[in-house]
């Protein structure tokens, strides 16, 4: 298999893992932003909340707080040049099942 059809094909398993088996609907190639080269810093990072479907599950809202468990909180910074969020640091690993602090 080739870069890009191997790339795609652990994108296609990281979305089941994290979706119960539930495989997309679609799939894009998307170019990543450059790496930025300035952040300013906006705060830290207290939950972040999102929207999706999961296997057997209708559309649900899933929240996760931040450094719940003794972790470090993420901060939540912005690229000066072109005003994408980034989440830097923390003490969170992101699994199967989710968010783990």
Avoid: C
């Avoid at 652990?10 to 495989?23: K, M, V």
């Avoid at 649900?60 to 980034?86: I, M, W």
Wanted: proline residues 5%; negative net charge; without cysteine.
């Amino acid at each position: 298999m080739n870069g890009a059809g191997a790339t795609e094909s652990r994108a296609r398993d990281a979305y089941e893992a994290f979706h119960w088996g539930l495989g997309p609907r679609r799939m894009r190639r998307v170019r990543p932003a450059a790496r930025p080269r300035a952040l300013a810093q906006l705060g830290k990072l207290e939950a972040v909340t999102y929207a999706t479907h999961k296997q057997g599950d209708g559309p649900s809202l899933y929240e996760h707080h931040f450094g719940e468990e003794g972790g470090r909180q993420p901060a939540l910074a912005v690229d000066v040049d072109s005003g994408d969020l980034h989440i830097v640091g923390g003490d969170y690993t992101v699994e199967d099942r989710g968010i783990v602090d």
